[in-house]
């Protein structure tokens, strides 16, 4: 079994580049020409190059990168009964999806991640394979409703399908778990972060596993005190992109979770020094926010838009920063 280590635990958020075996098995399931079970297996060898990469750069807590996923709601929305996928919708730039329309009640039928993070889990070298799970908020905020018609009630709806996923891989051997609700962020109000936190006390009570949530960029130093209420071990924040405008907020209203610790820019292709990371940390520990041993390093956001060699060497530098902040404060 892999030891992780005492402090800087290092890991990612969770997609990576997609590498072409998995584009075209996307292509082919949406054709029709292919199985659920055959989808997965031509996605395994894109799935073990995102979990080589992450193992070569030093990542001490892996994912499988996401490979099987169109879209992080998209996914999602194709496996749990009750939706429909509509048309391209803009999100922003040239970035666009196909927007799930929800046109009858939501119904959980078949686990949806565990194929690819057994898969992801058998190569890792016995590191941990993070688990990570598009949140309730999110589905219903990048959905069109046409069932429901009240957005609590569709929120928690989801919460519940998405509680029978993690029971099925906690059964599996899951530790970590991570719920991703970007749409969070887009729309910093106080009673938003509370229907989150209801929605996620619904699929987290009682789960044996480390439980996280990823939330990026916005405003959320303006939801930060409900955030901290959310029944979670981790909070994993983007810090880098935004000149770590969120350090003070964290000081002002005390951290008393695990921190994940963004310190390289997604948006850049621009790879961060070691020496910038490294400073990045001792800016957080002379705050006296939270120890070394709940500081988690990674990126502020999935990798998926970086190139390749770009992604492995963000990667890396947050490795080795790891290394010699370890050694530097008495942690090998």
Same mark, same amino acid.
């Given at each position: 079994?892999?030891?992780?280590?005492?402090?800087?635990?290092?890991?990612?958020?969770?997609?990576?580049?997609?590498?072409?075996?998995?584009?075209?098995?996307?292509?082919?399931?949406?054709?029709?020409?292919? /199985?659920?079970?055959?989808?997965?297996?031509?996605?395994?060898?894109?799935?073990?190059?995102?979990?080589?990469?992450?193992?070569?750069?030093?990542?001490?807590?892996?994912?499988?990168?996401?490979?099987?996923?169109?879209?992080?709601?998209?996914?999602?929305?194709?496996?749990?009964?009750?939706?429909?996928?509509?048309?391209?919708?803009?999100?922003?730039?040239?970035?666009?999806?196909?927007?799930?329309?929800?046109?009858?009640?939501?119904?959980?039928?078949?686990?949806?991640?565990?194929?690819?993070?057994?898969?992801?889990? /058998?190569?890792?070298?016995?590191?941990?394979?993070?688990?990570?799970?598009?949140?309730?908020?999110?589905?219903?905020?990048?959905?069109? #409703?046409?069932?429901?018609?009240?957005?609590?009630?569709?929120?928690?709806?989801?919460?519940?399908?998405?509680?029978?996923?993690?029971?099925?891989?906690?059964?599996?051997?899951?530790?970590?778990?991570?719920?991703?609700?970007?749409?969070?962020?887009?729309?910093?109000?106080?009673?938003?972060?509370?229907?989150?936190?209801?929605?996620?006390?619904?699929?987290?009570?009682?789960?044996?596993?480390?439980?996280?949530?990823?939330?990026?960029?916005?405003?959320?130093?303006?939801?930060?005190?409900?955030?901290?209420?959310?029944?979670?071990?981790?909070? #994993?924040?983007?810090?880098?992109?935004?000149?770590?405008?969120?350090?003070?907020?964290?000081?002002?209203?005390?951290?008393?979770?695990?921190?994940?610790?963004?310190?390289?820019?997604?948006?850049?292709?621009?790879?961060?020094?070691?020496?910038?990371?490294?400073?990045?940390?001792?800016?957080?520990?002379?705050?006296?926010?939270?120890?070394?041993?709940?500081?988690?390093?990674?990126?502020?956001?999935?990798?998926?838009?970086?190139?390749?060699?770009?992604?492995?060497?963000?990667?890396?530098?947050?490795?080795?920063?790891?290394?010699?902040?370890?050694?530097?404060?008495?942690?090998?």
């Amino acid at each position: 079994m892999y030891k992780l280590p005492k402090a800087f635990v290092t890991t990612v958020v969770g997609s990576y580049p997609k590498f072409p075996e998995a584009q075209e098995a996307i292509k082919a399931r949406k054709r029709g020409e292919i /199985s659920e079970e055959e989808f997965h297996q031509r996605v395994r060898p894109a799935i073990e190059k995102a979990v080589v990469d992450q193992i070569e750069a030093g990542i001490d807590i892996v994912s499988d990168g996401e490979q099987s996923r169109e879209d992080m709601v998209v996914y999602f929305a194709e496996r749990i009964k009750g939706y429909t996928i509509g048309d391209w919708v803009r999100i922003f730039d040239n970035e666009y999806f196909r927007k799930p329309i929800v046109v009858d009640r939501l119904e959980f039928v078949a686990p949806m991640t565990i194929v690819d993070w057994e898969y992801a889990r /058998s190569i890792a070298g016995g590191r941990p394979v993070k688990v990570t799970i598009t949140g309730p908020y999110t589905m219903a905020d990048w959905s069109f #409703d046409r069932f429901y018609g009240d957005r609590r009630e569709l929120v928690l709806e989801l919460a519940k399908v998405l509680r029978k996923e993690i029971e099925e891989l906690v059964k599996r051997g899951a530790t970590v778990i991570q719920i991703d609700e970007p749409a969070l962020s887009t729309r910093p109000l106080p009673e938003e972060a509370e229907l989150a936190k209801e929605a996620l006390e619904i699929m987290l009570r009682g789960v044996e596993a480390k439980k996280i949530v990823h939330v990026c960029f916005g405003r959320v130093e303006k939801i930060l005190p409900q955030l901290l209420e959310f029944p979670v071990d981790q909070l #994993d924040l983007e810090f880098k992109n935004s000149n770590f405008r969120l350090l003070p907020y964290l000081k002002e209203y005390g951290f008393d979770k695990e921190l994940g610790y963004g310190v390289v820019d997604v948006h850049t292709t621009r790879v961060e020094t070691v020496n910038e990371i490294i400073e990045a940390v001792e800016k957080l520990l002379r705050l006296d926010i939270v120890g070394p041993e709940k500081i988690y390093l990674d990126p502020d956001c999935g990798l998926k838009r970086l190139p390749r060699e770009i992604a492995k060497a963000k990667m890396r530098v947050i490795a080795e920063a790891a290394r010699i902040l370890r050694k530097r404060y008495g942690y090998e």
